[in-house]
């Protein structure tokens, strides 16, 4: 065949035969080269395994496609059937694949797209088109790397400290992150990025790769001795849970692969602006939640005090979670009965859902959709609705175990429930979390997770469909569900249960990289933090929660009047900040001292900047300067602090009042810095008056 082209944003993909295509490059655009024109270059490149890699082909690592029937095994060996492609040079494209394997007795399709940004999606369908079963094992998507990406970045953590990122070389052999938490995971990676060596933020080659899907998962990376490697990610499906019956297929979640030629932050930018041509959302609303300000303690003038506060700070949503459902006293009982709480509502949620409204707030509620307390009225009804064998409970987290949402009878209640108390509250919001992990799922005989998140994505999208305006957040114990599958369905991520500023600065950074800002939950804890025990500044605490969709976790009848007054300051000080923050590109310096951090969101006509000083300093001379990167090297800005003077010695004289300087100065010599104290924060905002 000859070769094809898609191109966008300073990105090329090529695809070449003979058979099923073969992705021959993956990365800078090659101008205005096409067609035959390649055919020189390419035949001095290495061997690339095809778009489904397996032996037939000469590659001898992992198979893209792995399966068999009872008593046969008929290696596959695809026969391209047709080739569909609609591309235009530096617009993208899409091309579509149908290949097939008559005595395998298989169909494989293969979706293959690259949107304006040069973000490449890609996705397969096999189909059994023979009389016998055929057990699916596995079916990944891949793309592959040049041999000068030498080095891995991935991400692990746990409960409150998600996105912990981890470095390694990438040598021969396969890396493989698997998860089998039936849900993304809190030490689910995210990410998989190849790069070449010290590739950081601004500077570097870099290939990632991200399953859009929210059960079982595999990203991993190959190197093959002979050279040719390559980025991957799908489903992880467990022995029996796909069976293909004659005429039945399986398609994979799509898989999202990006580049960048300087760093982290342009493949980051292309999956920003993927999530961003989503579902439009309205302004982001200041959000308060409830939960670490009275836990299950739901007395009514308590709740009315804590709304009141929160309205005077300007916040602009209320959120009232975990304990107003029957019986949900405590963690152990309830989960299920979604119905209020008839003793400690008598009226139901109408006078706190009023009195919010009133005060010119939205509001929200919490659910917990997908889980159930043994101790509840509807596991006592229905004990045969949970997800595991039928004669034996799966091990207990939580004080609770998971609803088999694919049993319809369970999935027509919840969303009966859900649908009925929207209606009645009218509510604006719900924070739908998702507190276990999913342990010997069983559903019909067989392994349920696949099961499972498509009957969640089903919940959430009939709810959708029957209330438009209701936003959704993904809450699953903090971070342990984001991912593109579940970004697809919802408005935010609760980015992770630990409202520690000093925490959340690397967990919002690393997280930031697949999210943008205005998905990203970021709320302003309490002065000593219910996670860590640690104490810290109200202005850190809030400078952290500013770049992210702000809200507030703070029992606020317990502020002091000083302490309100500057929340307010903070507040307004974001909501006139939000236009740029929620909508702008992110960038992230690599800045030379491991104990500060500088990063921002800059538009073409205005940038916002925090200089992050996270702890002491270990060298005794001046900070090194503060150098803000993507700007206009061209144009002209006028640059000075925003928000309150933070605590520090030294503060240079520009802090003092605006100054004028090029994008090229400002990107390259930079800022003189301050001395900051540790956990202290300086905001700067610069405005482009070239324009």
Same mark, same amino acid.
């Given at each position: 065949?000859?070769?094809?082209?898609?191109?966008?944003?300073?990105?090329?993909?090529?695809?070449?035969?003979?058979?099923?295509?073969?992705?021959?490059?993956?990365?800078?655009?090659?101008?205005?080269?096409?067609?035959?024109?390649?055919?020189?270059a390419l035949a001095s490149l290495a061997p690339a395994p095809p778009l489904l890699p397996a032996q037939g082909d000469s590659w001898y690592g992992r198979p893209g496609l792995s399966g068999g029937r009872a008593g046969e095994h008929w290696p596959v060996r695809w026969t391209l059937d047709r080739l569909d492609a609609d591309a235009a040079p530096g617009r993208g494209g899409t091309v579509t694949i149908v290949a097939s394997d008559a005595r395998a007795g298989l169909e494989l399709v293969s979706e293959l797209a690259m949107d304006a940004e040069g973000l490449v999606t890609l996705r397969h369908t096999v189909t059994n088109t023979a009389g016998s079963p055929y057990r699916l094992e596995g079916l990944t998507c891949a793309l592959p790397v040049p041999a000068r990406a030498g080095e891995l970045l991935d991400f692990t953590g746990r409960w409150a400290l998600e996105k912990v990122p981890q470095r390694t070389a990438f040598g021969q052999g396969v890396w493989s992150r698997e998860n089998r938490r039936g849900r993304t995971g809190h030490d689910g990676t995210g990410l998989l990025v190849a790069g070449t060596s010290g590739f950081g933020f601004r500077g570097?080659?870099?290939?990632?790769?991200?399953?859009?899907?929210?059960?079982?998962?595999?990203?991993?990376?190959?190197?093959?001795?002979?050279?040719?490697?390559?980025?991957?990610?799908?489903?992880?499906?467990?022995?029996? &849970?796909? !069976?293909?019956?004659? =005429?039945?297929?399986?398609?994979?979640?799509? %898989?999202?692969?990006?580049?960048?030629?300087? @760093? $982290?932050?342009e493949a980051s930018a292309r999956l920003?602006?993927?999530?961003?041509?989503?579902?439009?959302?309205?302004?982001?609303?200041?959000?308060?939640?409830?939960?670490?300000?009275?836990?299950?303690?739901?007395?009514?003038?308590?709740?009315?005090?804590?709304?009141?506060?929160?309205?005077?700070?300007?916040?602009?949503?209320?959120?009232?979670?975990?304990?107003?459902?029957?019986?949900?006293?405590?963690?152990?009982?309830?989960?299920?009965?979604?119905?209020?709480? &008839?003793? !400690?509502?008598?009226? =139901?949620?109408?006078?706190?859902?009023?009195? %919010?409204?009133?005060?010119?707030?939205?509001? @929200? $509620?919490?659910?917990?959709?997908?889980?159930?307390?043994?101790?509840?009225?509807?596991?006592?009804?229905?004990?045969?609705?949970?997800?595991?064998?039928?004669?034996?409970?799966?091990?207990?987290?939580?004080?609770?175990?998971?609803?088999?949402?694919?049993?319809?009878?369970?999935?027509?209640?919840?969303?009966?429930?859900?649908?009925?108390?929207?209606?009645?509250?009218?509510?604006?919001?719900?924070?739908?979390?998702?507190?276990?992990?999913?342990?010997?799922?069983?559903?019909?005989?067989?392994?349920?997770?696949?099961?499972?998140?498509?009957?969640?994505?089903?919940?959430?999208?009939?709810?959708?469909?029957?209330h438009p305006k209701l936003e959704i957040e993904s809450c699953s114990s903090g971070g342990a569900r984001i991912d593109y599958g579940v970004l697809?369905?919802?408005?935010?991520?609760?980015?992770?249960?630990?409202?520690?500023?000093?925490?959340?600065?690397?967990?919002?950074?690393?997280?930031?990289?697949?999210?943008?800002?205005?998905?990203?939950?970021?709320?302003?804890?309490?002065?000593?933090?219910?996670?860590?025990?640690?104490?810290?500044?109200?202005?850190?605490?809030?400078?952290?929660?500013?770049?992210?969709?702000?809200?507030?976790?703070?029992?606020?009848?317990?502020?002091?009047?000083?302490?309100?007054?500057?929340?307010a300051e903070w507040i307004a000080l974001h909501k006139r900040l939000r236009p740029v923050l929620h909508s702008g590109r992110v960038v992230r310096a690599d800045h030379p001292d491991p104990s500060a951090l500088l990063h921002g969101v800059v538009l073409p006509e205005r940038g916002v900047f925090a200089f992050v000083q996270l702890t002491s300093r270990l060298a005794l001379g001046g900070p090194p300067p503060l150098r803000l990167p993507g700007l206009d090297p061209a144009a002209v800005y006028e640059v000075r602090m925003a928000g309150p003077k933070p605590q520090g010695a030294g503060m240079p004289e520009w802090t003092g009042g605006p100054v004028r300087l090029t994008g090229a100065?400002?990107?390259?010599?930079?800022?003189?810095?301050?001395?900051?104290?540790?956990?202290?924060?300086?905001?700067?905002?610069?405005?482009?008056?070239?324009?």
């Open positions: 065949m000859t070769p094809l082209i898609l191109s966008a944003a300073g990105t090329a993909l090529v695809l070449d035969g003979p058979g099923l295509p073969r992705v021959r490059h993956f990365g800078a655009d090659l101008g205005p080269a096409a067609g035959s024109d390649l055919l020189p570097g080659e870099v290939w990632a790769v991200h399953a859009g899907w929210s059960g079982n998962h595999i990203h991993y990376a190959e190197r093959l001795p002979e050279g040719p490697a390559l980025l991957a990610a799908g489903e992880l499906l467990e022995p029996g &849970e796909i !069976v293909l019956a004659e =005429g039945e297929s399986y398609r994979t979640p799509q %898989v999202y692969f990006t580049w960048s030629g300087t @760093g $982290l932050d920003h602006h993927h999530v961003r041509a989503g579902r439009s959302l309205p302004v982001r609303p200041v959000t308060l939640n409830n939960w670490e300000a009275t836990y299950f303690d739901h007395g009514l003038d308590r709740l009315l005090e804590l709304a009141g506060k929160a309205a005077a700070a300007g916040i602009e949503r209320f959120v009232l979670d975990d304990g107003w459902f029957r019986h949900r006293r405590h963690d152990r009982a309830g989960l299920g009965d979604w119905y209020v709480d &008839e003793g !400690v509502w008598p009226n =139901g949620l109408h006078p706190l859902a009023e009195h %919010v409204r009133k005060l010119g707030m939205q509001f @929200g $509620l919490w659910f917990e959709p997908e889980m159930v307390n043994p101790d509840s009225d509807l596991l006592r009804a229905h004990p045969d609705w949970v997800l595991g064998q039928a004669d034996r409970l799966p091990p207990p987290q939580r004080n609770q175990q998971v609803l088999d949402l694919a049993r319809p009878e369970a999935y027509d209640y919840l969303l009966e429930r859900l649908d009925s108390l929207v209606s009645e509250y009218e509510l604006d919001y719900i924070k739908w979390d998702h507190n276990r992990d999913i342990a010997e799922p069983v559903h019909d005989g067989v392994p349920g997770v696949h099961a499972q998140t498509l009957a969640a994505y089903r919940l959430l999208d009939e709810l959708r469909a029957r697809a369905r919802t408005d935010r991520v609760w980015t992770s249960d630990c409202n520690d500023a000093l925490d959340r600065q690397a967990i919002q950074r690393w997280t930031g990289l697949l999210v943008p800002p205005e998905r990203m939950g970021s709320h302003v804890g309490a002065p000593q933090d219910h996670s860590t025990g640690r104490s810290l500044p109200l202005a850190f605490r809030a400078a952290t929660a500013l770049f992210g969709h702000m809200g507030v976790e703070w029992d606020l009848t317990s502020a002091s009047e000083a302490e309100l007054e500057e929340l100065v400002l990107g390259e010599l930079g800022l003189p810095a301050p001395a900051l104290r540790p956990t202290s924060v300086l905001l700067i905002e610069v405005e482009n008056l070239s324009l």
